[in-house]
């Protein structure tokens, strides 16, 4: 076993312990920690595949990005966790066959990749047709032009997700203030301001005679 193979075996064993944690961690923020650890070993098997923008999108997006957003949330929004764990072993069949299903179809995908009958083809490039290639214009080009459906897709997908998270995490207090834009728009001049008549001048109360009774001895 040569060190490439030795480091994908340690990045991926870090990658696979950090995901169990993501899952089984009682805390929120440190579960959110280990989703940033799996996102680094996950950028390091990107790096043994020569995939560097790939790596470098990884940890500035996720990582530099949406972790940090997650970990303020997570922490402003003061979780119960009493309350987040009832009802788990009710919902758990449910989850457990979601997972099994995701996990199904992504053993048949990976797997019909490992069945392929011929390595692929790698092009040698010399001279200055190998450095005019450039990875991020090929993967631009592949990324909307064959996959461009599946794209549009994921991009629904997290459209969606993202409203679900807003109206999930939306929460209306009593004591505060807000005002309803439609009635702002239907509101008339006479409903904002009214007219007090009142007198230019108020004559002065008359002074209240005080009358003090001297005890007698």
């Known amino acids: 076993m040569d060190a490439h193979t030795g480091l994908f075996y340690a990045f991926a064993a870090v990658l696979l312990f950090a995901a169990f944690k993501v899952i089984t961690a009682r805390n929120p ?37 949406v972790m940090v957003l997650f970990l303020f949330v997570v922490m402003m929004l003061d979780i119960n966790l009493d309350g987040a764990r009832k009802g788990f072993w009710k919902h758990f069949p449910l989850a457990a066959g979601v997972g099994a299903l995701i996990a199904l179809e992504m053993a048949a995908v990976l797997m019909g990749g490992f069945r392929l009958s011929e390595a692929p083809k790698s092009v040698v490039m010399v001279g200055e047709t190998a450095a005019q290639l450039s990875n991020t214009k090929e993967l631009g080009k592949v990324l909307y032009s064959q996959y461009l459906y599946p794209l549009e897709v994921a991009a629904a997908i997290l459209l969606v997700a993202m409203i679900a998270a807003i109206a999930l995490t939306l929460r209306h207090r009593k004591d505060s203030k807000a005002i309803n834009p439609s009635d702002q728009i239907r509101v008339k001049s006479k409903d904002r301001v009214r007219l007090v008549k009142m007198n230019p001048t108020v004559a002065a109360p008359e002074p209240i005679a005080v009358v003090v009774e001297e005890k007698k001895a």
Request: charged residues 5%; hydrophobic residues 80%; without cysteine.
């Open 29 to 65: 923020v440190h579960a959110a920690l280990y989703l940033v650890l799996a996102f680094f070993q996950a950028s390091a098997l990107w790096i043994l595949l020569k995939a560097e923008f790939l790596a470098i999108a990884l940890v500035l997006v996720y990582v530099g990005a």
